[in-house]
């Protein structure tokens, strides 16, 4: 699911740079606040950690392998801000160091993996353990769908935004500049791999390792649920912040929004068999009202169509869904409220007072300590 | 008599378990000390307390006078003059060396002191020059061998020149040459200022490296002494599980004393 | 972890990049990186190309390296998605057979593609060869990277070492243990419980570290020792990208 230099064009890059830009952001905050120094070499273990479980093969039902991110555990163990942190570590030095992604996606590959995942990953977790005993099964099946619907989150954003570069970035003879499937196919093709395998293989991995915890480290589970329980505000958020996360589908909708046309739509011939099919039936008027006429120079819009100028879209379809204006202004309102409750708990799970701790007991007796 | 560490009745328990039960002890600055005791028996945890990364749950513990708390260690001042006096050496190196390169390394520790950049470069110069690590200072630390690491860790902390030394299983894992440079080094300090408290289960280099033992046992001491003293006592080496029972048998009476090197002999009478 | 070692061996050579000062080579190769995705021209993106060709052999890097590595790879796995995209992108079709017409859109759409991630590849690789790892991190700090990120960067990277060998040496001991062959539910026990494993010792390990961290005046913030210094000839270089970079976008719009 590490998307290579290349496959996006440079606007998508930037937009996704400038949500993990700002999801790191946050998570840095955040993580100051609530652990301070403690936090860094926690953080940094845990990204060699998931460093090294991307890289086992997973033996899963049928004979097949997968590979798994270890996003769930991530966020279930440290909780999502230093999840983020963690995987957008892991994800930097594969692409730095192993060449394992680009360094233009890192943005993308760290918004669609590392936020989005353990977001998804720990709202899945909480919402279906609930306030579930620690030690009880329910926690192991809701850490591994947790897992299986957050890796399919993450695959599920990066076919769409593998899906929208040649609908909106392509030369004038029609090529594809960028990834050159549209999301008819971009979708599927990349969904059926993580629906099946890669879903699998995380779902495994985050079930057993809840598992093994819940039976040789359950104060470490214990610590990490210590923080408050969600509430049902926590869920709408949850719910919003999905939403949110699915509007740029909106851009795609056909048509036109029924009562949004500007004057020059009125005006322009070509648009006029779309009014009317949107319209009942019903013609539009031959020429522009006089009061649309009049009132419609009294603004002009920095970003017409919520579009940026470089990006140019397709001419014959319109850019005005209603979900993306829904999108913009929920940002502006709830955005700051959102990112304050949703990791506003205090937590103090790590004591410096270890000594002869006991090597966690593996059931065949491994102790090596390293 | 300065007192580098002084202890009164020091417990210490971990998630309810006492690693350390009403220890005292009194320990003068440029005394080489070292704590014997198997696996388990509370010296790591001792060594700990003595550097003030956990703190007792009861009991006092003073260092050059005054009280080490988790408080007094709040401000940054005391926190860096404590830091700087006295340091350990992880029994771990992999845990000590977290730095990308031995350079770094033992940079690390003057630079989280504030020293100035020319300060620190002239002294990590001066001592991997010292400890003969000048010509691997840009290896990484998967590239290092057991002895080289163990080096590069008493190297980050000897280079903040710290008064009281303490070492956690110094000589433990490393081939018999690297075992004796290491040993050199702690015999250099005999007669100096320097306070080095040392903990091992080895008995070989004892003798040379500690002018008073102590022996613990399930987080207290059970004795302590000259090396003299404490290696020629065979039943208490048995007891602390510092030494095997070693038995062999003469026709049909089986004869049992604790496997000593060199330190006692046996002589037994025995009738066939 | 091969890789680590190559990058040593040639980070000291001399060689073109290895005469420039990090950031120089960061920035300067990261330009080039950002205008083989901003060009819309094949021939544009093939000049870059052959830039960074230039470049790697300037810098003695091996040719054989690259090949195998980069382009090797990036044409096999990119082709075969980029593959597909001959017949199912629509356009003027130059050639059919069956049922199938390749587009002369979709044969460009699938140089583009693979062109792009090769160039890409290349400079990063070149970056990456050329340049000690904690180069790379010591100049992400000067570029204003926060200093926290850095250090966590610096000690995953150190630990991500340990803990693929002990990651092995546990899988290891399991196989030389093992007798018969293992079912797949019972290996798949095995792996997750080797996983748990390694994230308790994970754990244990970073509750380590940070003690002995705070053992050495650890409080809170991180301080690094930077002594990078510009010279003429690295604010030569710096401009040499950046009009390299934009030529090739100016060409290639």
């Not at chain 2, 991997?128 to 080289?148: H, T, V, Y």
Request: net charge positive.
């Amino acid at each position: 699911m590490h998307i290579p230099d290349g496959y996006l064009s440079p606007s998508t890059c930037a937009t996704l740079y400038a949500a993990a830009c700002a999801s790191w952001y946050a998570a840095l905050k955040r993580i100051k606040r609530s652990i301070g120094g403690r936090t860094i070499p926690l953080i940094s273990v845990f990204a060699a950690f998931c460093f090294v479980v991307m890289m086992f093969n997973i033996p899963l039902p049928g004979g097949t392998t997968g590979h798994a991110v270890g996003v769930a555990v991530a966020a279930i163990v440290l909780g999502p801000w230093a999840s983020v942190l963690a995987l957008s570590i892991t994800i930097t030095i594969q692409a730095l160091f192993f060449g394992d992604g680009g360094i233009t996606t890192l943005g993308a590959n760290c918004f669609n993996m590392a936020v989005v995942g353990s977001f998804v990953a720990y709202g899945v977790y909480r919402l279906i353990a609930a306030r579930s005993d620690v030690s009880s099964q329910r926690r192991t099946i809701a850490a591994a769908i947790a897992g299986y619907v957050a890796i399919n989150a993450s695959a599920l954003l990066a076919s769409v935004e593998f899906g929208i570069q040649p609908l909106l970035f392509h030369d004038s003879t029609g090529t594809p500049l960028y990834a050159p499937y549209p999301l008819r196919v971009a979708i599927p093709a990349m969904m059926i791999g993580h629906l099946t395998f890669a879903g699998l293989a995380e779902a495994v991995l985050s079930a057993g390792m809840i598992a093994y915890l819940q039976h040789a480290n359950v104060g470490l589970l214990r610590q990490s649920q210590s923080a408050s329980a969600s509430t049902s505000t926590s869920r709408l958020w949850w719910v919003i912040a999905v939403l949110m996360l699915l509007t740029p589908l909106g851009i795609l909708a056909a048509g036109t929004a029924w009562g949004e046309w500007t004057a020059r739509d009125l005006a322009n011939s070509h648009a006029s068999p779309v009014i009317e099919a949107a319209s009942k039936s019903q013609l539009p008027p031959g020429s522009v009202p006089a009061g649309i006429e009049r009132l419609s120079t009294i603004w002009t819009a920095p970003f017409p169509a919520y579009a940026p100028t470089f990006i140019k879209l397709p001419s014959d379809i319109r850019c005005r869904p209603c979900l993306v204006s829904a999108c913009v202004r929920c940002c502006r309102w709830q955005a700051p409220p959102f990112f304050a409750s949703a990791g506003s708990r205090t937590r103090e799970p790590y004591q410096l007072h270890r000594e002869n701790a006991q090597p966690l007991r593996a059931s065949d007796g491994e102790s090596a300590r390293i | 008599m300065n007192l580098a560490f002084e202890l009164k009745n020091v417990k210490f328990d971990y998630e309810g378990i006492p690693a350390v039960q009403g220890l005292s002890m009194q320990i003068a600055q440029g005394e080489r000390i070292v704590l014997l005791g198997a696996n388990g028996s509370g010296k790591s945890t001792l060594l700990r307390l003595l550097d003030g990364l956990c703190f007792p749950t009861a009991g006092s513990l003073e260092f050059a006078g005054r009280q080490l708390t988790e408080k007094s260690l709040q401000n940054e001042t005391s926190a860096f003059e404590f830091r700087r006096r006295v340091g350990l050496v992880f029994q771990n190196p992999d845990v000590q060396l977290f730095n990308p390169t031995v350079f770094d390394e033992v940079a690390y520790g003057p630079l989280q002191l504030g020293w100035s950049r020319e300060e620190v470069l002239r002294r990590v110069d001066e001592m991997l020059a010292f400890m003969s690590l000048a010509n691997i200072k840009d290896r990484p630390p998967f590239r290092l061998s057991g002895g080289e690491k163990k080096k590069v860790a008493l190297a980050s902390v000897l280079v903040l020149d710290p008064e009281v030394l303490l070492l956690d299983e110094p000589t433990a894992t490393l081939d018999p040459r690297s075992q004796s440079q290491i040993v050199d080094l702690i015999q250099q300090w005999k007669g100096t200022a320097k306070t080095v408290i040392t903990a091992t289960h080895q008995l070989e280099i004892v003798e040379d490296i500690a002018d008073r033992l102590f022996v613990l046992e399930a987080g207290s001491v059970i004795a302590s002494g000259t090396p003299h003293e404490i290696l020629s006592n065979g039943e208490l080496l048995l007891r602390a599980n510092l030494v095997h029972a070693h038995r062999h048998s003469h026709g049909g009476v089986v004869h049992s004393h604790p496997h000593l090197h060199g330190h006692s002999h046996h002589d037994h009478d025995h009738e066939h | 972890m091969a890789k680590a070692l190559v990058s040593e061996r040639t980070a000291a050579k001399p060689g073109l990049l290895q005469a420039l000062d990090p950031r120089v080579r960061l920035i300067g190769l990261l330009v080039l990186v950002i205008s083989v995705i901003l060009c819309r021209r094949l021939e544009a993106i093939a000049a870059l190309w052959l830039l960074a060709v230039v470049i790697a052999i300037a810098s003695r890097v091996s040719m054989a390296t690259l090949a195998l590595r980069v382009w090797l790879l990036v044409f096999v796995f990119t082709g075969l998605i980029a593959f597909p995209a001959i017949f199912l992108t629509p356009g003027d079709a130059i050639l059919s057979f069956a049922n199938l017409s390749a587009s002369a859109q979709g044969l460009r759409t699938a140089a583009l593609l693979i062109l792009r991630v090769e160039t890409a590849a290349t400079l990063t690789t070149i970056l990456v060869l050329c340049t000690p790892w904690t180069h790379i991190l010591k100049s992400l700090r000067n570029l204003g990277v926060p200093v926290e990120v850095i250090a966590i960067l610096a000690m995953t990277h150190r630990y991500i070492f340990l803990l693929v060998d002990t990651a092995s040496q546990m899988f290891e001991a399991r196989q030389s243990r093992a007798i018969g062959r293992v079912n797949t539910s019972e290996q798949r026990n095995l792996t997750s419980r080797t996983a748990g494993v390694l994230l308790g010792k994970s754990i244990e390990l970073s509750h380590e570290v940070y003690a002995a961290m705070v053992s050495r005046g650890f409080r809170g913030e991180v301080r690094l020792l930077t002594d990078f210094r510009m010279r003429f000839r690295d604010y030569c270089a710096l401009a040499i990208f950046f009009c390299a970079a934009g030529f090739a976008v100016w060409m290639g719009r």
